[in-house]
């Protein structure tokens, strides 16, 4: 799938979880493990994991996958910090992409085949921004047009993507996945996650 690439945003420190989310196991994998798999057997063969706290042991969890890892050493800005400075590596990487795909690290029960979908829908390039919608919103997993990137290159603080996209309704597609919405921000989450794993 070489005309797209993803970026797995995995930099947090998870302060309200009260533990680090990239190593926690659900059905004997990372959650930053599911995050990779799901974009490598989809098809995309390359991907980078966009690490901060904790980044020594993630980058040990994630020694055997064929992804590369960059180190936001200021990851303490939050999210839309993490995504321009990972976009900016990907773009002098691969400057030949036509899209992105953007993945969370703490969304582990969304299943391969909507990663598959997302792909499909925009290949046919009907729309050029292609998201997940759930809970009454829309987030990742999404896959943006090339077009996007010098916005998203500019991102800086906690503020993420979806700042930019909803200003362009008429290209956005919404897949439904009702499976995205299972994240893992707060002890309560990582609880419910655990039951429905078993």
């Known amino acids: 799938m070489n005309s797209i690439a993803a970026i797995v945003l995995a930099a947090g420190s998870s302060s309200r979880l009260g533990q680090p989310k990239q190593l926690l ?3 004997g994998k990372s959650l930053v493990g599911i995050a990779v798999e799901n974009c490598l057997n989809s098809g995309i063969d390359r991907a980078i994991v966009v690490l901060g706290f904790n980044n020594e042991a993630v980058v ?3 020694r055997d996958y064929p992804v590369k890892t960059l180190v936001n050493q200021n990851w303490e800005k939050g999210m ?3 995504l321009s400075f990972g976009l900016n590596h990907l773009t002098s990487l691969w400057p030949d992409i036509d899209g992105l795909l953007i993945q969370l690290c703490d969304q582990p029960f969304i299943p391969e085949s909507h990663f598959v979908k997302l792909i499909h829908l925009f290949l046919k390039g009907e729309k050029s921004i292609i998201a997940s919608l ?3 919103t829309f987030g990742p997993p999404l896959i943006c047009d090339k077009r996007y990137f010098p916005e998203l290159e500019k991102l800086d603080g906690d503020k993420g ?3 930019i996209f909803q200003k362009y309704k008429e290209e956005l597609y919404l897949e439904p996945c009702p499976e ?4 893992i921000d707060k002890p309560e989450d990582l609880e419910l996650i655990r039951k429905k794993s078993g």
């Open 25 to 27: 196991k659900v059905r």
């Open 60 to 62: 040990e969890v994630l």
């Open 80 to 82: 839309g910090h993490s």
């Open 134 to 136: 759930y809970k009454d």
């Open 161 to 163: 993507a979806k700042s």
């Open 180 to 183: 995205c919405a299972a994240d």
